[in-house]
Nanobody
Framework: QVQLVESGGGSVQAGGSLRLSCAAS????????MGWFRQAPGKAREGIAT??????FYADSVKDRFTISRDSAKNTLYLQMNSLKPEDTAMYYC????????????????????WGQGTQVTVSS
């Protein structure tokens, strides 16, 4: 059974940092697209960072603050989040799928069939 499990969320003050992890089991996604998505209360889920085809793709809202990376040996995806802002407060989800690079770059939710349960990130001012 394919499973994604996120961890690393928590509460932090503005300007702080967190690192999220997404451990995959049941399938090795080393050659596929993996990504991070988030959903704030009352808002739609959005793709903020994806990694596939050797490239990383970021939403403008997180570019230069967040870094997505992958440890293929551990089958784990990471999201290093620096300079956090209150507007980064959301539930963060990991997703993965075997998609073409242009779909990975688009960060579209519909391109991903496998999702984790999410980890909460709260940033206070």
């Amino acid at each position: 059974q394919v499973q994604l499990v996120e961890s690393g969320g928590g509460s932090v003050q503005a300007g702080g940092s967190l690192r999220l992890s997404c451990a995959a089991s049941g399938y090795n996604y080393r050659d596929d697209c993996m990504g991070w998505f988030r959903q704030a209360p009352g808002k739609a889920r959005e793709g903020i960072a994806t990694l596939g085809g050797g490239s990383a793709f970021y939403a403008d809202s997180v570019k230069d603050r967040f870094t997505i990376s992958r440890d293929s040996a551990k089958n784990t995806l990471y999201l290093q989040m620096n300079s956090l802002k209150p507007e980064d407060t959301a539930m963060y989800y990991c997703a993965a799928d075997r998609v073409l690079v242009f779909s990975c770059a688009s960060r579209r939710l519909a391109a991903f069939r496998t999702w984790g349960q999410g980890t909460q990130v709260t940033v206070s001012s």
